[in-house]
């Protein structure tokens, strides 16, 4: 066991310092000098709401041509990119000055639509051959502009009561030459640098903002042959009614040492924002509390369990009157007639409920995986979505199969209604969320609600896939032979004596996954701001390591703690070994409720959005867990009970 472990860490490890990389069959996207270089925009979004929005719902400018839908995946979809095509024209290695795209005039419906998506902290989500923009900001301390690599730029900014819009725009964009010999150049980083400046024509000229004339006329507040600095603004461009806002842009062309198999490596690491020292101290935590963990089974149990096997087995040998002499009137041999009774409380639930942990437990493991060794990158936006789905509906199968084995060995008569509930109870409830907050966004008037192909499309892989494939697993564990315990369970159930205070199942339970979540609780703060935060989150190497670790750390705590309740005359274990480990993920949910607080929610829709999906998440996390628990616990009562010798 434990250098198959070992050799899971070392591989951890490597995969951890793993470079961002691009998988076979994707190749970079080559530009001539003078060549178009396309920049779509995504939908507009804010930490502080959850609601992505749609670009064009504000005054912003349009392509003279039709707007074109250019998000392709369903995971696009899913997680709200619509992205689309823009009224900004980039030429490779061609540099603009102060470059009109258009002029809006503002009602008192426009303005107040503006004014509240930037007193909402929006972001502008700009791509560029398939990079998001990087924002550089402004410090207005020492005059540093920092770069920050994730969420996009503000739209604009407030200063009191009165908001201003970023107007003007500088396009920052590097660029590789692969090879000398060819005149072919690629994109290797884009970023903006976003100002506010109240445009002003030069000679007073008054533009209308249609006439062609307009397009032609010099201004006096940026340069035609310079590139627009900060310290050259004279006024900030207001939003409020009948305001007339001017849109420009520079374009600036920077040559880059940075290949383009490694663009993304500044973006995964935020410049090294966050070192990767905090990553390991979250590793060094975990690593810590399974070394305690596994040393408290290994003093405690080991030791406990040798010794009342060996005390059993010798009174098996005496004579039937030394036995009535010897025997011990306590201890887990006592409950060997009904420890592998039924559960008396829903046991049909207890197997869909198991079924379900395996099916989430194997499809977030191989996600992860995945993840790690690069073949699901940002490069492709929604792809973890993608394949998360895939992965799910492909291991409904081993949810079938394990809740059928473990309904037939409680022999249960209703198998069909077990198959169906195993098939629809989770991913139903999940459905019926994200359907109802989609309506929610629907009404709202919201166009980055999921459109209701794709929402059939999702369906469709829920019942022609998913559910064929639980069934397909519950033939096959209904077909086998049932499981075999080590020991016949009795007619009647016998009575558990009292406990005391410390060994009460729900004392254990509430107390078990305090230790879980203290393995894990670092890298969830990281887990946590890339959900809520438009932070990018790559390190999956580390959290790799976390989910065996967490996991490990679950088994090992239930299996203590059942064997407890085994010393305390206690055979109701089935559903103790579920919801101890399966309580991390109440520690989690109070762990988001205080993290909340963090993204400074401003609408009713974020509390809607965030705890409805924290508590699904929180949900999906009892499941893998829970299960994970009651595996190892069933494993190890049927070992241990093999070992003694029964009448």
Not at 426 to 432: E, R, S
Request: glycine letters at 6%; proline letters at 4%; a neutral charge.
């Amino acid at each position: 066991m434990m250098p198959s472990f070992t050799k899971l860490m070392a591989l951890s490890c490597l995969l951890v310092g793993a470079k961002a990389f691009y998988v076979p069959g994707v190749a970079p996207k080559e530009f001539k000098r003078g060549g178009e270089v396309e920049m779509k925009v995504n939908s507009m979004t804010s930490y502080h709401t959850q609601v992505p929005k749609d670009y064009y719902r504000l005054s912003f400018c349009k392509p003279k041509s039709d707007i074109e839908m250019k998000s392709e995946t369903l995971g696009e979809f899913l997680t709200g990119n619509k992205i689309q095509n823009s009224a900004y024209s980039i030429n490779m290695l061609n540099h603009s000055y102060c470059k009109k795209v258009c002029q809006v005039s503002l009602d008192k419906k426009d303005a107040a639509k503006l004014k509240l998506h930037i007193k909402y902290g929006y972001h502008n989500n700009w791509i560029v051959d398939n990079l998001p923009s990087a924002s550089i900001n402004l410090n207005p301390a020492n005059g540093e502009k920092p770069m920050h690599y994730a969420g996009g730029f503000p739209i604009g900014f407030m200063d009191d009561k009165t908001a201003y819009i970023y107007n003007h725009v500088n396009i920052i964009l590097d660029y590789n030459q692969a090879d000398t010999n060819v005149e072919s150049y690629r994109v290797v980083a884009f970023s903006v640098e976003p100002m506010s400046i109240k445009h002003q024509f030069e000679g007073g000229y008054t533009w209308n903002g249609s006439d062609d004339v307009g397009f032609t006329k010099p201004l006096s507040t940026c340069s035609e042959t310079e590139h627009q600095e900060r310290n050259k603004i004279e006024a900030n461009q207001i939003v409020k009614d009948g305001e007339k806002i001017l849109y420009t842009y520079d374009v600036i062309w920077n040559q880059s040492e940075v290949q383009w198999s490694s663009r993304w490596d500044i973006y995964l690491s935020e410049d090294s924002m966050i070192p990767a020292q905090v990553h390991w101290y979250s590793i060094t935590n975990s690593i810590l509390v399974v070394v305690f963990l596994s040393m408290l089974v290994i003093s405690i149990l080991v030791r406990n369990l040798r010794r009342d096997i060996e005390a059993y087995n010798a009174l098996a040998f005496l004579a039937d009157e030394e036995a009535d002499e010897e025997v011990d009137e306590s201890g887990w041999k006592l409950v060997h007639a009904d420890v592998f009774r039924p559960p008396e409380a829903y046991p049909m639930l207890y197997c869909v409920c198991i079924g379900a942990g395996v099916q989430l437990g194997v499809c977030c493991f191989f996600a992860i995986v995945l993840s790690a060794i690069g073949f699901l990158n940002p490069a492709r936006r929604g792809s973890l979505l993608n394949a998360t789905l895939v992965l799910y509906m492909l291991a409904g199968i081993i949810n079938g199969y394990v809740s059928s084995k473990l309904y037939k060995a409680f022999k249960g008569r209703l198998w069909q209604l077990c198959t169906v509930l195993s098939a629809v109870a989770f991913p139903g409830i999940a459905f019926i969320m994200f359907l109802s907050f989609n309506i929610m966004l629907w009404i709202m008037d919201l166009s980055v609600a999921t459109p209701f192909l794709e929402i059939l499309v999702l369906a469709a892989m829920w019942c022609c896939v998913s559910i064929p494939l639980v069934f397909l697993g519950a033939y096959f564990g209904y077909k086998q032979e049932s499981m075999v315990f080590p020991t016949v369970t009795s007619t009647i159930a016998r009575a558990i004596p009292p406990a005391p205070l410390l060994l009460q199942p729900w004392v254990g339970i509430m107390t078990a996954g305090v230790v879980p979540f203290a393995a894990a609780y670092v890298e969830l703060f990281f887990i946590m701001t890339s959900l809520w935060m438009d932070q990018y989150y790559y390190v999956f190497g580390f959290t790799l390591i976390v989910y065996v670790i967490l996991m490990v750390t679950c088994a090992e705590v239930t299996v203590l703690l059942v064997y407890y309740q085994l010393c305390a005359e206690n055979h109701r274990w089935w559903w103790f070994s579920f919801l101890a480990p399966g309580s991390t993920a109440l520690y989690t949910f109070i762990y988001s409720v205080f993290w909340f607080n963090s993204l400074q929610a401003s609408t009713v829709v974020t509390y809607f959005l965030y705890f409805g999906y924290m508590g699904l998440l929180s949900g999906a996390l009892m499941l893998v867990t829970g299960t994970v628990g009651a595996l190892t616990s069933l494993w190890f009562v049927r070992k241990i009970f093999g070992t003694i010798k029964v009448d």
